[in-house]
């Protein structure tokens, strides 16, 4: 027979792990996943796959207080080959240059789709000047070190983490915090192609929160043929 001393012994040892797992979930401002991003990386060539990871690297685990301004190029640092970053394809206007750190505007539109389904306050974002087969129309955010940038606000008021990561040939781009009753709704977002010719396309997009529309930009792209 057990000693009832060491039967409520065994049972608090047999708790403890559940009690503090509830205690660190519950304590843990980022243990929700609020949105996902994913790419597939398999269409890029290895340098422009490179670029994407170490710049993942640089953007994995930053904290964005509420009332804090993001801005990609800050974040991510200049993107040179004393700093790891390889020659690699890049769209500029017309062009397809090799330029180094070429690439990570994939990741650079998927932090800016996540941050705009969230409902973060977009402050800097470019899109592209002609269309690029990885990224549709209108959700694309390209960065340019001391020069295009993305900048978006936590106007929250809960704390926000950012994720990224590469694996399986794909990168993932998550927003974490807290799924409280304040935050805002997340959205789907819609790019609705407002009128095309043989040379030019105007695509505007909207935030989707349960059927309401909100219109979010206006761009004009040239078609790349």
């Known amino acids: 027979m057990i000693h009832t001393e060491k039967l409520s012994s065994y049972l608090l040892l047999l708790l403890l792990p559940v009690s503090l797992g509830a205690y660190l979930y519950?304590?843990?401002?980022?243990?929700?996943?609020?949105?996902?991003?994913?790419?597939?990386?398999?269409?890029?060539?290895?340098?422009?796959?490179?670029?994407?990871?170490l710049a993942a690297r640089a953007l994995d685990g930053k904290v964005l207080k509420p009332g804090e301004l993001f801005s990609f190029n800050r974040t991510v640092g200049p993107r040179r080959d004393s700093r790891g970053y390889r020659p690699a394809t890049t769209y500029i206007g017309a062009e397809s240059p090799a330029t180094v750190g070429g690439g990570i505007c994939l990741l650079s539109s998927a932090l800016y789709q996540a941050a705009l389904a969230v409902g973060l306050k977009i402050e800097a974002r470019n899109p592209h000047l002609r269309t690029i087969s990885s990224v549709t129309?209108?959700?694309?955010?390209?960065?340019?070190?001391?020069?295009?940038?993305?900048?978006?606000?936590?106007?929250?008021?809960?704390?926000?983490e950012i994720n990224a990561e590469c694996k399986n040939h794909n990168v993932y781009v998550r927003l974490h915090g807290e799924k409280a009753a304040d935050m805002p709704e997340l959205a789907q977002l819609k790019a609705v192609i407002a009128k095309r010719n043989n040379r030019e396309l105007m695509v505007e997009?909207?935030?989707?929160?349960?059927?309401?529309?909100?219109?979010v930009s206006r761009d004009n792209y040239q078609l790349n043929k």
Do not use: M
Request: with cysteine; aromatic share 12%.
């Open 26 to 53: 519950l304590t843990n401002p980022f243990r929700d996943e609020l949105v996902k991003e994913v790419y597939s990386l398999a269409d890029l060539n290895p340098s422009q796959q490179y670029n994407i990871e």
């Open 137 to 160: 129309p209108g959700l694309d955010a390209t960065v340019w070190y001391g020069g295009l940038d993305l900048k978006f606000r936590n106007c929250t008021k809960h704390p926000i």
């Open 205 to 215: 997009v909207f935030r989707d929160v349960k059927g309401k529309l909100n219109f």
